[in-house]
């Protein structure tokens, strides 16, 4: 079964600073993978996802993750954070099984985003 | 485009009293819709998703149900809210391998 561990509740980074959000998984079966953003009191959007193409996918907001199978991870980063940065993100792992695809998000992590 | 709507943003309900959330979608025919219920602090919980008019699948059973009256409408409700009901409900459509579209969600808090 699949699961989805983020490294960190709670991110604070300097405005310019590199971005480095951790995303862990586990899957029985080559996953799709993805990462969403969420700002105060919205829904979630999608930032990026890996569905087996390319192992490093860029996505909107400068942000881009990469596909590691052998780390099994899936960290998001950008190379300069910015203060609208600051939000919540949520990395999430997509399996087939006998029900069909299930979708598992983890627990979030909160961007601070410093001046 | 597509386009999915829910409504109310924010609801206080007293413990007792009946739900109901709305949710459509437009720009697409034939949406597989889900809810989710977000905590306060917590990561999404799957509720219920629907892959078809009247088709309705439960993930964790409650105090919860919801209906598909139409193609790209999806209804959650309950007919007596609980204290534990309270939380950020989202609507979303879309699949498990290309990604969700969420709604901007309906924050409820049961007093």
């Known amino acids: 079964a699949q699961s989805v561990t983020q490294l960190g509740s709670h991110v604070s980074v300097s405005e310019g600073a590199l971005v480095l959000l951790r995303c862990n998984y586990s899957s029985s079966v080559p996953p799709y993978l993805f990462w969403y953003v969420q700002y105060p009191n919205q829904g979630l959007q999608l930032l990026l996802k890996?569905?087996?193409?390319?192992?490093l996918v860029k996505g909107i907001n400068g942000f881009e993750a990469e596909f590691k199978k052998s780390e099994t991870s899936f960290h998001l980063t950008k190379p300069s954070a910015h203060m609208s940065d600051a939000a919540e993100y949520f990395c999430?792992?997509?399996?087939?099984?006998?029900?069909?695809?299930?979708?598992?998000f983890g627990a979030g992590t909160r961007l601070f985003v410093k001046a | 485009s597509q386009t999915i709507h829910q409504w109310p943003a924010t609801l206080v309900q007293p413990v007792g009293s009946p739900l109901s959330l709305e949710c459509t979608v437009e720009?697409?025919?034939?949406?597989?819709l889900y809810w989710y219920r977000q905590a306060a602090g917590r990561g999404l919980q799957l509720l219920f998703y629907s892959v078809g008019i009247g088709q309705i699948s439960s993930e964790v059973p409650q105090n919860l149900s919801a209906s598909r009256p139409q193609d790209r409408q999806f209804i959650l409700s309950s007919k007596k809210l609980l204290l534990s009901d309270s939380g950020f409900y989202l609507c979303a459509w879309g699949g498990t391998v290309y990604g969700y579209t969420f709604g901007s969600g309906t924050r409820l808090t049961v007093v």
């Open positions: 999430a792992v997509s399996e087939a099984n006998t029900g069909g695809f299930k979708t598992i």
């Open positions: 890996y569905t087996s193409a390319a192992t």
């Open positions: 720009g697409t025919s034939n949406p597989n």
